[in-house]
């Protein structure tokens, strides 16, 4: 990053904001526990860069006691320098969200800063690193209130103190925040967890396959034969690395009689769909969501060029694995195409939504409303996987499953990316960040004002400031 060249810029960063300023006043009424302790106006958990982008956006709203936490070390929130193998971003250059709608905040306000104008033009899509960069900054010129190396666990409702507690573990050892609102901005799987199908853990010792999500020794598959389970970008970014470290040969393997090609998600990026998703009827949610994941995921073009230009590089379509098994450390993979075999396994098959799994959820779960509590899709619209997500409210909030047995759910925001038949696109994605931000960030000042609503309406009985 260019230092000093964004010195100058994020003056120009300030100007904005400052123009931007309206209305100036503090207004969230301050909170302590009955032993004194303070309370958060919001804890958001995941510091990603849907959690910076709530934070900067709640602090433009005069929304101040907040804390952002991340498990992860500082500058490593997020996949883009852990487990992400993409060389750039799978999104065009041109999306925005982080930035709130501040043109000076925008990635390519950053990049010109230090790049020079028409530099933007020459760069086809940015590396995943520079993102990394680019949200890291905005932490920094925003200075947003973020703790590293800090795990919330599970969210409660204390009734007597009419706001949650949740413990975080960190260097420090434990501690409890208490918190009017939560937003869990915890990542794609942040409504689940990546996904290891039982018949490869039940087959195979851990030391022979991974998961994309989890560290990979590469170098030390050079020379091996490495097969990879399913055909999403994950798994050809992996097949790809493989191969760039010298594998003997990879070997892709995925269920579907042909490779996608076209990207649903393409379609999606308009204002229509990403804004009014969360607009439409139940029943043209599930249909339109069901259709998207029906029309299936891809590698972008430059990954699958990536991998496909190796020609130790074979794809297996019509291939869901029937039998697996190992002699010593070989595996034995079998599918209706053959018998093949590997000295290591990497699983490119994403992730479950699944709000049981969630570390933050146990003492909220059973009164959670999924879609399966809500909706009956007609027979050939069935599915349990979008059956078991979150069924969420206009501003990513939990529903009760049963009015008045849990009214405190409204006060958590599930800001991940099971989100999708609820809202489309708008946790975990840039896509529908544009879109998705003003509303999480409206249902928490909502919930702030109109909990103290009769507050409000006393300082406004009490207003006896004079203007001349
Ligand atoms: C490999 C990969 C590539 C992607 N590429 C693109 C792309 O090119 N374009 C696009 O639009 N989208 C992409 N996505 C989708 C999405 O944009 C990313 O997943 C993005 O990282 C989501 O941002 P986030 O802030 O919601 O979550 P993350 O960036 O994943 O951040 C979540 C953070 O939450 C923290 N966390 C989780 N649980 C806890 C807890 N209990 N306590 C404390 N901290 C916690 C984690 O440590 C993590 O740092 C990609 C996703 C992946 C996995």
Known sequence: ?????????????????????????????PRHTSAGEPVLDCLIIGGGQGGLAVAATLLREKVKNILVVDANPEGSEGPWRTFGRMITLRTPKYLTGPDGGVPALTIRAWYEAQHGEGA????????????????????KTLQLPVENETRAGAIEWMESEQCFSIPLSGPGGTRTAWARTVVLATGIEGSGAWHTPPQISDALPSHLYAHTHTEIG????????????????????NAAVALEHGAREVNLFFRRGELVRVNPYRWAEFTGFLKHHADLPDADKWKFILQLIRMGQLPPASTFKRATRFENFTMHANSPLTELGHAGETVQLQTPQGKFESDFLILGTGFQTDLGVRPELPKLLEHIALWRDRYTPPESERSADLARHPYLGANFEFIEKT?????????????????LPSMGFGGASISG??????RVVAGVTKRLYVEDKDLFFESLKGYDVQDF
């Open 433 to 438: 960040m544009k879109y998705s931000l003003p």
């Open 218 to 237: 590469f170098p030390d598959l050079a020379g091996k034969r490495v097969a990879v389970l399913g055909a999403g970008a994950c798994a050809f970014d």
């Open 403 to 419: 009015p008045g047995e849990a009214p405190y759910l409204s006060g958590v925001f599930n800001y991940t990316f099971g989100c």
């Open 120 to 139: 933007w033009e020459k760069l086809d899509q940015f590396p995943k690193e520079m993102w990394a960069d680019y949200l890291y900054w905005l932490r």
């Open 1 to 29: 990053m260019d230092f000093h060249a964004l010195e100058k810029h994020e003056a120009l960063v300030r100007r904005d904001l400052e123009f931007l300023d309206y209305p100036r006043r503090d207004w969230v009424i």
